[in-house]
């Protein structure tokens, strides 16, 4: 592909968009250890310069899009895409009393996301190779298992996914502690016992409990992956658990994580053994791009978390990338969401080197029975 650069880069036009897809667990809703939802929102951000279209996204609630459209679109409108970063830093600046975390720095990453996509289709290469990037490829992990599946769906899912070439799957547990034996059984005898088992509380199990399931999960399950199994605010509980916990059986968080002192927060605390990171949440590719090598200077290796479109060509960026979560629900909706997915391969995702940024389009006539915000002419 050309690195030639298109001459105008100036933004002439932002559009936001607000899609909710059900999800199609049992009665229409999932379960994980300390939540229950019945859909999940994109937040899907367009920017437009030089006769090209940039797409960023994110997942949260609608009120995402207004945060987009009130604080962040008059700062893009005019604005010059040859340096993301340049943009991020106003973008955080300008929102300092509205709130940095949480919504707002959601809203920046569908942004920045969209500009990096952006900059990227104008020089006609793809996101992974207009980064930094260390890697062509990023492993996967299966995720799903929610704690309402059916034991028969869940071992299904579970290994269905090894029997498509990935080699490590994580299941949701610690909603109801007493069914988890039974579901852990049945997950790894529909695995065998090559497969890497991975789980996540969702921050639902006290520090003593946590200590107790971490046991079990090694020695009777060959867990090798907690997640969260207190809430990722309790730093000296992660690291009670990453430092008394039975070896070999990796502790994990960071998934909640928005602004760069999160992150700090974790790694400083000594909490975690493997460091979560969500490019839809922490600030988009710029803010991944400073986690990433705050992570490296604490010799800690980063799993991507969810939103496998994106983040397939963002984590090329992170020096100590470990895999990326292949989450069931963001799946299903990019799939149904966007043309120029991206397939597993060998238990890995790798980005197309002949699609310009992320390589995505979207799929107009299928997502407009999910809108939930915007309208149905801002994208023509």
């Given at each position: 592909m050309s690195g030639e650069?298109?001459?105008?880069?100036?933004?002439?036009?932002?559009?936001?968009?607000?899609?909710?897809?059900?999800?199609?667990?049992?009665?229409?809703?999932?379960q994980d250890g300390t939540l229950e939802w019945d859909s999940t929102t994109m937040i899907l951000v367009r920017v437009h310069a030089g006769g090209r279209v940039g797409i960023g996204y994110t997942y949260g609630d609608r009120s995402v899009a207004t945060f987009v459209d009130s604080k962040l679109v008059p700062l893009v409108l005019g604005a010059n895409v040859d340096a993301p970063p340049m943009l991020w830093e106003r973008m955080f600046a300008a929102i300092r009393n509205a709130g940095r975390s949480g919504v707002g720095a959601m809203a920046v990453a569908a942004v920045d996301m969209a500009v990096w996509d952006l900059s990227a289709?104008?020089?006609?290469?793809?996101?992974?190779?207009?980064?930094?990037?260390?890697?062509?490829?990023?492993?996967?992990?299966?995720?799903?298992?929610?704690?309402?599946?059916?034991?028969?769906?869940?071992?299904?899912?579970?290994?269905?996914?090894?029997?498509?070439?990935?080699?490590?799957?994580?299941?949701?547990?610690?909603?109801?502690?007493?069914?988890?034996?039974?579901?852990?059984?049945?997950?790894?005898?529909?695995?065998?016992?090559?497969?890497?088992?991975?789980?996540?509380?969702?921050?639902?199990?006290?520090?003593?409990?946590?200590?107790?399931w971490a046991r079990r999960f090694a020695d009777e399950w060959g867990v090798g992956w907690l997640e969260e199994p207190v809430t990722s605010d309790d730093r000296e509980g992660l690291r009670l658990l990453r430092q008394n916990g039975p070896l070999g059986l990796d502790i994990a968080a960071g998934e909640y994580g928005?602004?760069?002192?999160?992150?700090?927060?974790?790694?400083?605390?000594?909490?975690?053994?493997?460091?979560?990171?969500?490019?839809?949440?922490?600030?988009?590719?710029?803010?991944?791009?400073?986690?990433?090598?705050?992570?490296?200077?604490?010799q800690i290796d980063v799993?991507?978390?969810?939103?496998?479109?994106?983040?397939?060509?963002?984590f090329c960026a992170v020096p100590?990338?470990?895999?990326?979560?292949?989450?069931?629900?963001?799946?299903?909706?990019?799939?149904?969401?966007?043309?120029?997915?991206?397939?597993?391969?060998?238990?890995?995702?790798?980005?197309?080197?002949?699609?310009?940024?992320?390589?995505?389009e979207v799929r107009w006539p299928d997502v407009e029975q999910y809108r939930v915000y915007g309208n149905t002419t801002s994208h023509r």
């Open positions: 650069r298109a001459a105008e880069t100036i933004v002439d036009s932002v559009d936001v968009h607000g899609l909710t897809v059900p999800t199609d667990g049992p009665g229409g809703v999932e289709r104008l020089r006609r290469l793809p996101l992974f190779r207009a980064l930094p990037a260390f890697r062509d490829e990023v492993p996967v992990y299966g995720s799903g298992g929610f704690t309402n599946y059916p034991v028969d769906r869940l071992a299904d899912q579970l290994a269905g996914w090894v029997a498509e070439g990935i080699p490590r799957v994580k299941l949701k547990t610690s909603r109801q502690p007493r069914q988890d034996p039974r579901r852990l059984s049945a997950v790894r005898a529909a695995l065998g016992v090559g497969p890497e088992l991975f789980v996540d509380a969702n921050g639902a199990l006290t520090r003593k409990q946590a200590l107790y928005f602004v760069l002192h999160d992150f700090d927060d974790l790694l400083s605390a000594g909490a975690v053994d493997c460091l979560q990171a969500d490019v839809t949440r922490c600030g988009g590719v710029t803010g991944l791009l400073q986690l990433g090598g705050l992570a490296a200077s604490h799993s991507a978390h969810c939103a496998p479109a994106a983040s397939a060509h963002a100590r990338l470990r895999h990326l979560e292949y989450f069931h629900d963001h799946v299903r909706i990019e799939h149904r969401v966007f043309d120029g997915n991206l397939p597993v391969i060998e238990g890995a995702l790798r980005p197309d080197p002949d699609r310009a940024g992320l390589g995505l």
